[in-house]
């Protein structure tokens, strides 16, 4: 089996899971609840969770709920009415890791926090359509900060997006700004690559929490988080991790 067939097959299986579990977040639940899900669903494929791979993390998804930016550890602490959660989780297929996140509001909606998801969202869609081959590192940074910040939100600087494949997180390092010295990192046919759109409300500066893993913004404001493991080819960005 080729890179791309390993990739595409577990990027498929990753969509879906990941589709599954957007379902099942509602008021009550909890993040130990959508764990033992993500779970289910990793082994019931034949596959294994990338993250359970990583030295120290014993989970299979990394769970954050409104302030939360990444790597929340699941917990029993139901989610409520309004709250904003994100959903971050990889999956291991044929010797390839995948990885993909997204960020879900429980009703009732808030329209503020509709439209704040909404750019996230567009923000990753401008990232991915200029990872092409001889596009640079730096154009996809460019691309996202412009619509975040042009949105009046702030992009996370303590975090990347990266390369993925034989490992789960590789060079390149993705930043969610542009930063010059990116120019340099060249996007070449066949490279597998995460994007990842992290934002905030408001100031982007980040705090750990007590338990050493999860990062939360330190003003308190709401975050946001999508992410796409993604094929770069001359024909074009192909999304392996989208819901299906």
């Known amino acids: 089996m080729t890179k791309l067939q ?3 097959e577990g990027g498929k299986r990753l969509g879906w899971i990941k589709g ?9 639940v909890t993040p130990l609840d959508i764990e033992f899900l993500a779970n289910k669903l990793i082994t019931e494929g034949g596959n294994k969770a990338s993250f359970k791979m990583e030295p120290g993390y014993d989970h ?15 917990n029993n602490t139901p989610f409520y009415p309004g709250d904003v959660v994100k959903v971050d989780m990889g999956l291991f297929n044929h010797g390839y890791h995948l990885d993909t996140a997204i960020t879900v509001q429980i009703p009732p909606h808030d329209d503020k926090i509709t439209s704040f998801l909404r750019t996230g969202q567009k923000a990753l869609t401008a990232a991915i359509s200029v990872a092409l081959p001889g596009n640079s590192v730096f154009d996809i940074s460019f691309a996202m900060q412009q619509v975040i910040e ?6 996370i600087r303590d975090l990347t997006g990266h390369g993925i494949g034989r490992k789960l997180h590789m060079d390149p390092f993705i930043p969610c700004f542009a930063d010059k010295h990116n120019k340099k990192d060249i996007l070449s ?7 990842e759109a992290m934002y905030a409300m408001g100031d ?3 705090v750990e929490d007590s338990d050493g893993w ?3 913004t330190q003003d308190g404001s709401t975050a946001g988080y999508f992410e796409e493991t993604v094929y770069v080819a001359s024909r074009g960005p192909i999304i392996l991790t989208a819901i299906n």
Not at 150 to 155: A, K, L, N, Q, R
Not at 189 to 195: G, P, R, S
Request: include cysteine.
């Open 20 to 28: 599954q579990l957007v379902k099942a977040i509602k008021a009550g």
């Open 214 to 216: 999860t990062l939360s």
């Open 60 to 74: 299979a998804t990394c769970i954050n709920v409104n302030s939360g930016m990444v790597h929340g550890i699941p």
């Open 6 to 8: 390993a990739m595409t």
């Open 189 to 195: 046919e066949d490279q597998t690559i995460a994007i």
């Open 204 to 206: 982007s500066r980040l």
């Open 150 to 155: 042009g949105d009046g939100y702030s992009v």
